[in-house]
C-alpha cells in the first residue's frame, strides 16, 4: 500500500495519500455505496480505531480486576514520591 506525505490543503493538518488494491467488484460496490469518497474512508478509520482503544481498555480492566495492583499506604507513596524526587535532583547534579 504506497503512501505518501500531501500538503495540507487548508484543512489544517498534513494529509497523506494512500492507494489501495481492491477487486474490481468490490471496488465497484464499494465506490457505489460512497465508501470510496476520502471523508467516508476517514470515518470507517477513525471508528476502528476507536472501537480498538474501547476493546484495548476493556481488556486492561479485565486484566486489573482480575488481578489487581498492591494498594499502597500513605506513607509508601510518599516514599516513592521522595524517591522520585531525589532521582530528578541527582540527576540535575543539584
Known sequence: M???LGSN???GAPLT???????DALAAEA???GLLAPEAIERLLRDKLASDRIVRLQ????ALAADPPEVLTRQE????ISAYRMGQ???AGS
Open 9 to 11: 490543503h487548508g484543512c
Open 59 to 62: 481488556d486492561a480492566r479485565a
Open 31 to 33: 465506490s457505489g455505496a
Open 17 to 23: 495519500t494512500i492507494e489501495i488494491t481492491l477487486p
Open 2 to 4: 504506497p503512501a505518501s
Open 89 to 91: 535532583r541527582l540527576a
Open 77 to 80: 507513596i510518599n516514599e516513592e
